[in-house]
């Protein structure tokens, strides 16, 4: 699933001054609508930004061969990396013009393996949401059933860029 739009050199991305020009949550939109630069991670994990709301972002995407282990299956590297967008998104989505955010913390607990190939979304949502500190959790469900592969939680820091 590629994305909308995802930058493929440095100069691509946005710059700092626009990123702080805008709230956490204009920015999200922007992603999602393809105007601003997806996570070239994403491109690489072959998932993009879904879903956007204030205190709540999804994504959606599906591992591929590429993704695997040494052994064949999905690769946890995988889970955290679609797990950690949605929960840092999440924080984000509340940060205010002027600040940003980075993770200080990320866990993630795989309950059973999502086969190669399946689509699933992964959501995250805010927990709490404070001047220095956000905290939130996350789901990664098979997108046609509901299946849950694996949950997540992160602690961010709040900062601001001004």
């Given amino acids: 699933m590629p994305p909308k739009f995802t ?3 440095p100069d691509q991305l946005i710059s700092p001054d626009a990123l702080l020009s805008m ?7 922007a992603v999602r609508d393809g105007t601003i630069s997806g996570p070239p991670i994403g491109a ?3 998932f993009l930004i879904d879903e956007v709301e204030e205190g709540r972002v999804s994504f ?3 591992p591929s061969f590429e993704h695997t282990n040494i052994v064949g299956g999905v ?8 797990l950690d967008s949605c929960l840092a ?15 200080l913390e990320l866990k ?12 699933v979304i992964a959501t995250g949502t805010i927990q709490h949401m ?33």
């Fill in 7 to 9: 930058a493929e050199t």
């Fill in 23 to 29: 709230s956490g949550y204009a920015f999200l939109c």
């Fill in 44 to 46: 690489v994990c072959g």
């Fill in 60 to 62: 959606r995407g599906a």
């Fill in 75 to 82: 690769h946890g590297g995988w889970y955290a990396t679609i």
């Fill in 89 to 103: 998104c999440a924080v984000t989505s509340l940060t205010p013009q002027g600040s940003y955010m980075t993770t």
């Fill in 108 to 119: 993630i607990n795989i309950t059973r393996a999502v086969p190669i190939g399946t689509e």
């Fill in 130 to 162: 404070g001047r220095s500190t956000g905290v939130a959790s996350a789901e990664l469900r098979d997108a046609k059933t509901g299946r849950l592969y694996a949950t997540g939680s992160t602690t961010c820091m709040i900062l601001n860029g001004t």
